[in-house]
């Protein structure tokens, strides 16, 4: 299935895009977000991050399904 | 969020309310260093649409847990320079002491959840997303998001 | 002390310090009811060279206790209608907490140990002196002056 | 020996002036104010009051001198 993936700060940098649609066959995000980590050196652990799924907060193990927009949200550094 | 300044008189005016007596306010300005090292202004990048609809959850949280009259949250977003206003937090109630504790439960939980990242630019020209607040919660309302570990 | 309306933007300003990060205020505003009853506005007498020198102390004390840039403090004498700003603190630091413990410890100290009086005007044209505050006190700072039995 | 007084809020209504100068024999503030409370009716015990002497606040057991400037000060209800 395809899922747009929307990068912010660090991740944005390192993925080196700010929008991506990839084509997967992972069931949840976490196996998505490590290959994607795998791929462009993303420092942080899954612990570390949350994941919103179509503009809001979702558990990891969320079923994907087709045209989710995911979004790895790094620690965030507001206020 | 905004990705422009906003005067202050105009978030004030929301909550000066007839039956309201005390009125606490917290800004954040961006700071001339951070960790010792000298800091020329930052950047911040939000996920404006889940910031907004979180920010919104937390004010409602404020009324819920505090007797207030009204609460007014604002995060810039974009290039500020040393003095700027990053966030403004303002909370009216019949009594003081809800007004403290409101803004102060507002600002905390905006620090910890809202998605909004920080890039310090600094004097010496290099620039860094900030890793992690080096904040403790000593507060009522402590608990942990999980979003952040402390690793320097 | 002031016997006319100050720019919160004056006295802001003092405070905007490049090594300060967090802000923190507080405004006590004339409501339009105590203890039920309909109230008109109210003046503010004071006993200024005092009152001055008071807050100066407390101010001095804040600065002490807490690990603020600086801090300032206003309070009106005279005449306001509901709505006014009362009394005004602002207090500017490196760090949040103590921009809020140090405000809110002014604002508590002000309302126990400076000497100011409240002349309540109600809506139906009678006056009185407020008697008493019936605030308690259920702070780290907590102490008692003496100067305030609550008699009903 | 004169004493001035001044006179605030409620104290000051009571009393129906602002200043006044007294000419007393009490060592302290303490009789004082029982001798004005007497005359005026004001309600405050002398444990709900502070003085101030000559512009700051002095214990009630301060002795008197010619000349002092001596204010009664009720409950603050500042804030």
């Not at chain 1, 912010?8 to 700010?18: D, S």
């Not at chain 2, 007004?99 to 290099?126: M, Q, S, T």
Request: proline letters at 5%.
């Amino acid at each position: 299935m395809r899922i747009h993936l929307e990068y912010f700060a660090q991740l944005r940098e390192l993925a080196g895009q700010k929008l991506q649609i990839v084509e997967t066959t992972h069931e949840t995000v976490g196996p998505l977000y490590d290959e994607l980590r795998e791929t462009y050196g993303f420092p942080f652990s899954p612990e570390r991050l949350r994941v919103a799924i179509n503009g809001d907060f979702a558990p990891w193990t969320q079923p994907l399904r087709e045209g989710d927009l995911v979004v790895f949200i790094p620690p965030v550094t507001g206020g | 969020m905004a990705s422009e300044p906003v005067s202050i008189e105009t978030l004030r005016a929301a909550l000066h309310l007839a039956q309201a007596g005390g009125f606490c306010s917290f800004e954040g300005w961006v700071r001339n260093t951070n960790e010792g090292r000298p800091v020329d202004g930052l950047d911040y990048e939000a996920y404006d649409a889940l910031a907004t609809k979180e920010g919104e959850r937390i004010l409602d949280e404020a009324m819920a847990r505090y007797d207030i009259s009204h609460a007014v949250a604002m995060h810039r977003t974009g290039s500020l320079n040393v003095g700027d206003v990053a966030v403004w937090i303002g909370v009216s109630a019949p009594h003081r002491d809800a007004a403290f504790r409101a803004c102060r439960y507002i600002i905390d939980e905006i620090k910890h959840r809202v998605p909004v990242w920080k890039n310090e630019r600094y004097l010496d020209g290099d620039t860094q997303w900030v890793a992690c607040h080096h904040t403790h919660r000593p507060h009522e309302h402590e608990h942990d998001h999980g979003s952040c570990n402390h690793n320097h």
